[in-house]
């Protein structure tokens, strides 16, 4: 299973665009990169999956290169309520889902 | 559709009990799976099924036992409950398990704060 890397924590203001970065070197041809959002107390929430160059939903974009070793997440316009920890992963046909620590993002007012 | 549902919400187990954390879906999903998240950790895999009948244990397993005789329920077991088992636990369903590549979108439930003394 591809391990993913994110920063730890990161801070942002109320209105602004966020992207939270992750690296997944070791990324298999059929792994797809899916983003988690958790709130204290409360289990993860699907937010988005990508294979390849961009994927959009009403929440935020997922952007992948084409050598898919890294996978950003940008969450336009964020507001206190999108204050929580955000998890990437990587999995392809192993039927696991590997959670690493996650990035905990705190939108300042 | 009440999705993922986990009882109970607390528990307080002194070393060496056993007790059964329930965890079922009503969304007809093929996959199941339990999670536990120690404070400030990510979330770990300790057993998954991908239909009735069939259990494969995930990163964690070991204290923890799983059966799957029907689609909706998925219990886990703590046979003998450990302080290192302290934790808040999750399941979750997914509609398939993706063997084929592609991870399907996981289904969470509240989770289970448990307390090992």
């Known amino acids: 299973l591809a391990k993913t890397t994110q920063p730890i924590s990161m801070d942002s203001y109320e209105g602004q665009e966020v992207n939270i970065t992750c690296s997944h070197n070791?990324?298999?041809?059929?792994?797809?990169i899916t983003w988690y959002q958790q709130f204290p107390s409360q289990g993860p929430r699907f937010i988005i999956q990508?294979?390849?160059t961009k994927v959009t939903n009403e929440v935020a974009s997922l952007f992948i290169p084409a050598d898919r070793k890294s996978s950003t997440l940008s969450l336009p316009r964020v507001s206190l309520s999108d204050t929580a920890v955000y998890y990437c992963?990587?999995?392809?046909?192993?039927?696991?889902?590997?959670f690493g620590s996650g990035t905990q993002l705190t939108v300042l007012p | 559709n009440a999705g993922v549902t986990q009882t109970p919400k607390f528990q307080v187990l002194k070393t060496g009990q056993s007790m059964t954390l329930q965890c079922a879906q009503d969304m007809n999903h093929e996959y199941m799976s339990w999670y536990r998240q120690d404070p400030g950790m990510g979330l770990r895999l300790i057993h998954y099924?991908?239909?009735?009948?069939?259990?494969d244990q995930g990163e964690v397993p070991n204290g923890y036992n799983v059966s799957r005789s029907t689609t909706e329920d998925f219990p886990l077991r703590l046979l003998s409950a450990a302080p290192s088992q302290t934790s808040v636990y999750f399941c979750?369903?997914?509609?398939?398990?993706?063997?084929?590549?592609?991870?399907?979108?996981?289904?969470f439930g509240p989770g289970t704060r448990l307390t090992v003394l």
């Open positions: 979750a369903s997914s509609p398939h398990s993706g063997t084929s590549g592609g991870a399907y979108e996981q289904f």
């Open positions: 992963l990587v999995r392809g046909s192993a039927r696991q889902l590997t």
């Open positions: 070791n990324i298999a041809t059929n792994d797809y």
């Open positions: 990508g294979y390849k």
């Open positions: 099924s991908v239909g009735a009948g069939i259990t």
